[in-house]
């Protein structure tokens, strides 16, 4: 390059870096996570899809804009209420890139409907699916026994409902016997443990051990928040298939749960259902009071023993990474299941789509016929076939015949059957000249047949 050294750097063109698409897409992926980690999203859910992993996947739309949504089993499972297209809703949640497809989207740990409460809409929502079931029908439900010996109680055995009911129990009948499940009656778990309560008395080895007549429910009263274990779809199913007749005393009597509408008989208080259960009176024995203020302390210990030791692992760097990844796995296998369900119903449209096709044509011929017609052309075609490649076959040796006449024709070797020869000085080139020749050179000649070779005497010049 001529001209000034320092021009020509300061025009040299830049070195250019070429990314691969997973390492580009990895780049983002990582500034964008770090940039939105908390961001909260309203808009319109369309194309809901439930995976049968746990997964939900769906759109939110707004306007003509849209953003595609993945919320993993461990927080879709807590959702109070079912989304559905349709919905407006406000997403919380981290931005991210699925890599399969580079394409943006939203991890989303919770939802909230908008305009009516999450808790309100769930619990329309599990009511109106358990109505339809006839979960709430009263052919379905058991009558009351009249006096009935013995009676399980599922609550929590610190509350102030328990004990009202046992002053009732014990002024009105000392001779019932009393059962108590300890269960929490509040938060998460408390419809798990309400639940084993009731499948408990259901169980062989409580009816052995003895048989209770009546299943009591009893929590006081509260707010929506506090009594919403007993909207839960799971309790309100083992309520429905207990063999022994169950009472919903939650809250007060303005307060209404999933669990009244299917219990045999709903009691407006705990107090109300002791009353409206037995007619005279019950001691219950300190012993058994202290035994189950024991059990109830030891499950809760244990329990807490259990929640901060999970807690302790699940904020471990290394579990998360794990989950995350098995996440995404996760989210992949449930992309190439529904891509593969798709194909093979298209698979399946197109074979059914010829197999009428070719049952129509079978339909509309005879078999015989169209074998016959087959068999004539095949024979026909075979003799015509046959004649071309015979003619071919002898223009083709014709064709030879001329090329070797025409070649033979050519060759040197034919020269020399009419007497000629071939003469070649010592160094083997051939003699075209008389005067390449001196005398005592050494020459060879190529005869039709065989060679000779001979010494030169004299020359003479044309």
């Given at each position: 390059?001529?001209?000034?050294?320092?021009?020509?750097?300061?025009?040299?063109?830049?070195?250019?870096?070429?990314?691969?698409?997973?390492?580009?897409?990895?780049?983002?992926?990582?500034?964008?996570?770090?940039?939105?980690?908390?961001?909260?999203?309203?808009?319109?859910?369309?194309?809901?899809?439930?995976?049968?992993?746990?997964?939900?996947?769906?759109?939110?739309?707004?306007?003509?804009?849209?953003?595609?949504?993945?919320?993993?089993?461990?927080?879709?499972?807590?959702?109070?209420?079912?989304?559905?297209?349709?919905?407006?809703?406000?997403?919380?949640?981290?931005?991210?890139?699925?890599?399969?497809?580079?394409?943006?989207?939203?991890?989303?740990?919770?939802l909230e409907p908008k305009g009516a409460g999450a808790l309100q809409v769930a619990f329309e929502q599990l009511k109106a699916k358990l109505a339809e079931e006839g979960l709430f029908d009263s052919a379905?439900?058991?009558?009351?026994?009249?006096?009935?010996?013995?009676?399980?109680?599922?609550?929590?055995?610190?509350?102030?409902?328990?004990?009202?009911?046992?002053?009732?129990?014990?002024?009105?009948?000392?001779?019932?016997?009393?059962?108590?499940?300890?269960?929490?009656?509040?938060?998460?778990?408390?419809?798990?443990?309400?639940?084993?309560?009731?499948?408990?008395?259901?169980?062989?080895?409580?009816?052995?051990?003895?048989?209770?007549?009546?299943?009591?429910?009893?929590?006081?009263?509260?707010?929506?928040?506090?009594?919403?274990?007993?909207?839960?779809?799971?309790?309100?199913?083992?309520?429905?298939?207990?063999?022994i007749p169950v009472i919903s005393a939650v809250g007060h009597e303005t307060d209404f749960t999933i669990a009244d509408f299917v219990a045999d008989l709903r009691a407006p208080t705990p107090s109300a259902?002791?009353?409206?259960?037995?007619?005279?009176?019950?001691?219950?024995?300190?012993?058994?009071?202290?035994?189950?203020?024991?059990?109830?302390?030891?499950?809760?210990?244990?329990?807490?023993?259990?929640?901060?030791?999970?807690?302790?692992?699940?904020?471990?760097?290394?579990?998360?990474?794990?989950?995350?990844?098995?996440?995404?796995?996760?989210?992949?296998?449930?992309?190439?299941?529904?891509?593969?369900?798709?194909?093979?119903?298209?698979?399946?449209?197109?074979?059914?789509?010829?197999?009428?096709?070719?049952?129509?044509?079978?339909?509309?011929?005879?078999?015989?016929?169209?074998?016959?017609?087959?068999?004539?052309?095949?024979?026909?075609?075979?003799?015509?076939?046959?004649?071309?490649?015979?003619?071919?076959?002898?223009?083709?040796?014709?064709?030879?015949?001329?090329?070797?006449?025409?070649?033979?024709?050519?060759?040197?070797?034919?020269?020399?059957?009419?007497?000629?020869?071939?003469?070649?000085?010592?160094?083997?080139?051939?003699?075209?000249?008389?005067?390449?020749?001196?005398?005592?050179?050494?020459?060879?000649?190529?005869?039709?047949?065989?060679?000779?070779?001979?010494?030169?005497?004299?020359?003479?010049?044309?």
């Amino acid at each position: 390059m001529s001209g000034d050294p320092q021009l020509g750097l300061f025009f040299q063109a830049p070195a250019r870096r070429v990314w691969t698409v997973r390492d580009l897409v990895s780049t983002v992926r990582t500034a964008v996570e770090r940039e939105y980690t908390d961001v909260y999203v309203e808009g319109e859910i369309s194309n809901y899809r439930p995976a049968e992993s746990g997964h939900l996947y769906f759109t939110l739309k707004d306007g003509d804009s849209q953003l595609r949504i993945v919320m993993f089993r461990t927080q879709a499972r807590l959702l109070r209420f079912k989304p559905a297209n349709g919905m407006q809703i406000i997403a919380r949640g981290r931005i991210t890139i699925y890599e399969a497809r580079g394409e943006l989207q939203l991890s989303a740990e919770y939802l909230e409907p908008k305009g009516a409460g999450a808790l309100q809409v769930a619990f329309e929502q599990l009511k109106a699916k358990l109505a339809e079931e006839g979960l709430f029908d009263s052919a379905r439900k058991r009558p009351m026994p009249a006096m009935p010996r013995s009676i399980g109680i599922v609550t929590s055995p610190r509350g102030a409902a328990v004990q009202d009911m046992l002053n009732i129990l014990k002024r009105r009948h000392e001779g019932v016997h009393v059962l108590i499940f300890p269960a929490q009656v509040q938060g998460e778990g408390a419809a798990l443990e309400v639940s084993a309560g009731i499948r408990y008395f259901n169980s062989p080895g409580a009816k052995k051990l003895g048989a209770v007549d009546i299943i009591i429910i009893a929590r006081g009263g509260g707010s929506v928040e506090d009594l919403w274990a007993f909207n839960n779809e799971g309790l309100a199913r083992t309520i429905a298939a207990s063999d022994i007749p169950v009472i919903s005393a939650v809250g007060h009597e303005t307060d209404f749960t999933i669990a009244d509408f299917v219990a045999d008989l709903r009691a407006p208080t705990p107090s109300a259902a002791a009353e409206l259960v037995i007619e005279s009176k019950h001691q219950i024995t300190e012993r058994v009071a202290a035994l189950q203020q024991r059990l109830a302390r030891a499950a809760r210990y244990r329990l807490l023993m259990a929640r901060s030791k999970f807690s302790d692992l699940s904020k471990h760097a290394s579990f998360a990474r794990i989950t995350d990844l098995l996440n995404r796995r996760q989210q992949r296998i449930d992309e190439l299941v529904y891509r593969l369900a798709g194909a093979e119903a298209n698979a399946l449209r197109r074979l059914r789509s010829r197999v009428d096709l070719a049952q129509t044509r079978i339909r509309a011929h005879d078999l015989r016929r169209v074998l016959a017609g087959f068999r004539h052309q095949i024979d026909s075609t075979t003799g015509r076939l046959s004649s071309a490649v015979h003619q071919h076959l002898q223009q083709k040796l014709a064709r030879v015949d001329q090329a070797t006449a025409r070649l033979n024709a050519l060759s040197p070797l034919s020269i020399l059957d009419r007497g000629y020869a071939l003469v070649f000085d010592a160094a083997g080139n051939l003699i075209k000249d008389a005067t390449q020749l001196q005398p005592e050179d050494t020459i060879s000649a190529r005869l039709s047949r065989g060679t000779f070779t001979a010494s030169i005497k004299s020359t003479q010049k044309a």
